[in-house]
């Protein structure tokens, strides 16, 4: 059974990065075919997809996150990250990792000063 753990700050302030870890366990980061997304959900509103990183390293982004998106992976730790630049209070949500059902907890993000 794969496992998601979601890990980083709680607070960022305004003009800052958000970064948050996904640690992964029962499945590799490069298991074929697989496919490692980031999804949000502010408070009040629908679910948003940010972006994923497939298997073998490669990204795709949603087009309204595109510009301040990245996600990145790393094998040895078998983890994948995201980090969201520039960040404004409607950046603040509950930021999950998820591969298809399997979903992390889910950590609350507020951007704040």
């Known amino acids: 059974q794969v496992r998601l753990l979601e890990s980083g700050p709680g607070l960022v302030k305004p003009s800052q990065t958000l970064s948050l870890t996904c640690t992964i366990s029962?499945?590799?980061?490069?298991?074929?075919?697989?496919?490692w997304s980031w999804i949000r959900q502010p408070p009040g509103k629908e679910l948003e997809w940010m972006g994923v990183?497939?298997?073998?390293?490669?990204?795709a982004y949603s087009p309204s996150l595109k510009s301040r998106t990245s996600i990145s992976g790393d094998t040895s730790k078998n983890q994948f990250s995201l980090q969201l630049n520039a960040v404004t209070p409607e950046d603040t949500a509950v930021y999950y990792c998820?591969?298809?059902?399997?979903w992390g907890q889910g950590t609350q993000v507020t951007v704040s000063s």
């Open positions: 998820a591969i298809g059902s399997y």
């Open positions: 029962g499945a590799s980061i490069t298991t074929s075919n697989y496919a």
């Open positions: 990183i497939f298997y073998d390293g490669s990204t």
